[in-house]
């Protein structure tokens, strides 16, 4: 019933390389390397590391390797190890111990000898390198960051020896590696976030809508198929709700869909060999019989929305924090007439991205730590937020307008592929 729709996407992706599978394991090794000679020197280099040492176990893998390894080394055989290292030039060494796969071999050195376990050769290793710090991914604040497992923690100390009193939590490194996309990440993900924006025009449509038939969970399902039948994942829901007047629940979930009723969708695919992310919430109106636009009220209110994801834009700026974005923001809204709530995240190889946290939904005040990051250039967010007011057509229930875009913080900050600029009607 849908195949001219799912067809049209599977065209494009295959214009963009995403598509088939073997296009994508392709992309893979072309963003690794690019992340490797265009990302990794900056990240060292800023965080004044000169050694990061990255080690995991079969079946315990550490999150960070998934942006380390290429296609075909999808976990360790056994232990693994990634050690890179850079000199005084800035130059970086890329050294690979334990089982590699043909594609690492392009790509990692691989110096242990044949008659050496891999513990003697990170010993080895180290000492002819002799670097001022070893940084490991332990992190208190990230996950994707603090991939180490305990057991191999001591291990690494127990070889280094005297060593392991240059061994340094890599968190400054790590964020910053996560944080930045290079140019054909971000030219992946304007088509990624393309194809996130037709599913959502799609299924949010009198195509697929039957007002009064369709549920909430009926149209999750549809996304969740497209999303599966294209080859690829979806990071979380999707989430399908809806607000109906005379309802206290701001998201109903599970609902059929009836004439004036706000339905909202938040949803976000990911790769299975290319490691970027979509985030995104839409919003549309279902008419009533005798209309042919939504309220004036909901039109204000989403303008609103708009107008609040500008001021977030114009405070995204070098050399603040996310913690100066969000408060700015908040103040700027609210004196213009705004009620706003700001959760804006970094986005890309993780959905809840690295970098500096623009609010959070339980937490519209100073953010420690994630908060205080600096923002950066070449950095994706989902720019997530709502605004909300009591609606005198409704009886003056609260309505909110959930909304949520990708953006690119670069020389200017600007929409990866546009925005909802009003409401959808169905």
Same mark, same amino acid.
């Given at each position: 019933?849908?195949?001219?729709?799912?067809?049209?996407?599977?065209?494009?992706?295959?214009?963009?390389?995403?598509?088939?599978?073997?296009?994508?394991?392709?992309?893979?090794?072309?963003?690794?390397?690019?992340?490797?000679?265009?990302?990794?020197?900056?990240?060292?280099?800023?965080?004044?590391?000169?050694?990061?040492?990255?080690?995991?176990?079969?079946?315990?893998?550490?999150?960070?390797?998934?942006?380390?390894?290429?296609?075909?080394?999808?976990?360790?055989?056994?232990?693994?190890?990634?050690?890179?290292?850079?000199?005084?030039?800035?130059?970086?060494?890329?050294?690979?111990?334990?089982?590699?796969?043909?594609?690492?071999?392009?790509?990692?050195e691989q110096v242990q000898n044949k008659d050496e376990d891999i513990w003697h050769a990170l010993s080895r290793i180290i000492v002819e390198l002799n670097p001022n710090k070893i940084a490991v991914n332990r992190n208190t604040e990230d996950g994707f960051c603090d991939g180490l497992s305990s057991t191999l923690y001591e291990n690494i100390r127990e070889t280094l020896g005297d060593y392991s009193k240059k061994i340094c939590d890599g968190g400054p490194l790590t964020v910053r590696w996560l944080q930045r996309v290079t140019p054909l990440e971000k030219q992946t993900m304007k088509t990624l976030v393309n194809i996130t924006h037709q599913i959502v025009n799609y299924a949010f449509s009198k195509q697929f809508i039957k007002v009064g038939e369709t549920t909430t969970t009926h149209i999750e399902?549809?996304?969740?198929?497209?999303?599966?039948?294209?080859?690829?994942?979806?990071?979380?829901?999707?989430?399908?709700?809806?607000?109906?007047?005379?309802?206290?629940?701001?998201?109903?979930?599970?609902?059929?869909?009836?004439?004036?009723?706000?339905?909202?969708?938040?949803?976000?695919?990911?790769?299975?060999?290319?490691?970027?992310?979509?985030?995104?919430?839409?919003?549309?109106?279902?008419?009533?019989?005798?209309?042919?636009?939504?309220?004036? @009220?909901?039109?204000?209110?989403? *303008?609103?929305?708009?107008? $609040?994801?500008?001021? +977030?834009? /114009?405070? #995204? !700026?070098?050399?603040?924090?996310?913690?100066?974005?969000?408060?700015?923001?908040?103040?700027?809204?609210?004196?213009?007439?705004?009620?706003?709530?700001?959760?804006?995240?970094?986005?890309?190889?993780?959905?809840?991205?690295?970098?500096?946290?623009?609010?959070?939904?339980?937490?519209?005040?100073?953010?420690?730590?994630?908060? @205080?990051?600096?923002?950066?250039? *070449?950095?994706?967010?989902? $720019?997530?937020?709502? +605004?909300? /007011?009591? #609606? !005198?057509?409704?009886?003056?229930?609260?309505?909110?307008?959930?909304?949520?875009?990708?953006?690119?913080?670069?020389?200017?900050?600007?929409?990866?592929?546009?925005?909802?600029?009003?409401?959808?009607?169905?």
């Amino acid at each position: 019933m849908h195949s001219a729709f799912i067809n049209n996407l599977e065209s494009m992706m295959k214009a963009a390389g995403l598509l088939p599978i073997k296009n994508q394991a392709e992309l893979n090794i072309r963003i690794l390397k690019e992340r490797l000679n265009l990302i990794l020197p900056w990240a060292m280099a800023e965080s004044d590391i000169d050694c990061w040492l990255v080690v995991s176990r079969e079946a315990c893998k550490d999150p960070m390797l998934k942006t380390l390894y290429p296609w075909d080394m999808y976990d360790v055989r056994r232990v693994g190890m990634l050690i890179f290292c850079r000199n005084n030039s800035g130059e970086i060494r890329r050294i690979a111990l334990g089982s590699c796969s043909p594609e690492m071999e392009d790509i990692y050195e691989q110096v242990q000898n044949k008659d050496e376990d891999i513990w003697h050769a990170l010993s080895r290793i180290i000492v002819e390198l002799n670097p001022n710090k070893i940084a490991v991914n332990r992190n208190t604040e990230d996950g994707f960051c603090d991939g180490l497992s305990s057991t191999l923690y001591e291990n690494i100390r127990e070889t280094l020896g005297d060593y392991s009193k240059k061994i340094c939590d890599g968190g400054p490194l790590t964020v910053r590696w996560l944080q930045r996309v290079t140019p054909l990440e971000k030219q992946t993900m304007k088509t990624l976030v393309n194809i996130t924006h037709q599913i959502v025009n799609y299924a949010f449509s009198k195509q697929f809508i039957k007002v009064g038939e369709t549920t909430t969970t009926h149209i999750e399902w549809f996304m969740r198929d497209v999303i599966n039948r294209l080859g690829y994942l979806y990071w979380f829901g999707p989430d399908i709700d809806l607000q109906r007047k005379g309802s206290n629940v701001a998201r109903m979930f599970n609902e059929v869909i009836l004439p004036g009723d706000l339905i909202h969708c938040d949803v976000g695919m990911n790769g299975v060999y290319v490691q970027l992310h979509t985030d995104m919430q839409w919003i549309a109106y279902i008419l009533k019989d005798d209309e042919t636009q939504a309220p004036e @009220e909901f039109i204000s209110l989403f *303008k609103k929305a708009n107008k $609040l994801q500008d001021i +977030v834009m /114009e405070n #995204i !700026k070098d050399y603040t924090t996310g913690n100066d974005v969000l408060k700015k923001s908040l103040n700027k809204a609210k004196n213009i007439g705004i009620n706003p709530m700001i959760y804006t995240h970094p986005l890309g190889t993780f959905g809840h991205g690295s970098g500096p946290r623009i609010g959070q939904f339980d937490n519209q005040e100073f953010n420690p730590i994630v908060g @205080e990051r600096f923002v950066e250039d *070449k950095t994706c967010y989902a $720019l997530e937020l709502n +605004v909300y /007011e009591k #609606i !005198k057509i409704w009886d003056d229930q609260v309505v909110y307008m959930f909304v949520e875009e990708d953006i690119c913080k670069d020389t200017t900050v600007e929409f990866i592929d546009g925005r909802q600029e009003k409401l959808m009607l169905i």
